[in-house]
């Protein structure tokens, strides 16, 4: 099924858990995009679709395990950069970077601590800056990155060149 229009009912809900029920479509933007809850958990569903930049209000995002696509700069770039959002796990996707590639995790006040972006298609671009970026993350604690299209040979230049590898694992 969808998820019903009675989950925009709930705009005062702090937790939309809806994980792990077959649910098919996009989310609706009152789940994702003009979310009140602080933690939206829509992992393990059929999701399906380009999604539009994640409410600023969210603390904490599950939306791994569907197949929903945007660029990471845009989906996730304002909810990172506003500072709220800690956790984001949106793994096994098919997200993928622009030529800023995973620049908004340097956001100064970024609080972004927990952060799985494996299994996407992230990469080739921004493969040159990656270092620098996730280097500049200072309150990332965990992340994988892993399992998509990274230019190792880029990565490999940028810390040769001088930039603080901060144990790059992709």
Do not use: Q
């Not at 649910?23 to 602080?38: D, I, K, Y």
């Not at 950069?81 to 096994?92: I, M, P, T, Y």
């Amino acid at each position: 099924g969808v998820l019903p229009a009675t989950a925009c009912d709930t705009t005062t809900t702090a937790v939309v858990d809806v994980r792990g029920n077959n649910l098919l479509g996009r989310p609706p933007t009152c789940v994702w995009e003009r979310a009140t809850s602080t933690r939206v958990l829509l992992s393990r569903n059929h999701f399906t679709g380009s999604l539009g930049a994640l409410s600023a209000d969210v603390v904490a995002a599950h939306v791994g395990f569907n197949r929903v696509s945007g660029d990471v700069g845009d989906v996730f770039g304002a909810a990172i950069a506003g500072g709220n959002l800690r956790v984001l796990h949106a793994n096994d996707n098919a997200f993928v970077t622009g030529t800023n590639g995973l620049e908004t995790l340097s956001s100064a006040t970024s609080n972004l601590r927990d952060l799985d972006l494996s299994g996407n298609a992230l990469g080739p671009l921004g493969s040159r800056e990656l270092p620098k970026h996730l280097a500049a993350a200072s309150r990332l604690e965990r992340y994988d990155i892993g399992g998509n299209a990274w230019n190792f040979d880029d990565i490999t230049a940028a810390v040769a060149g001088g930039t603080n590898p901060v144990g790059v694992h992709v």
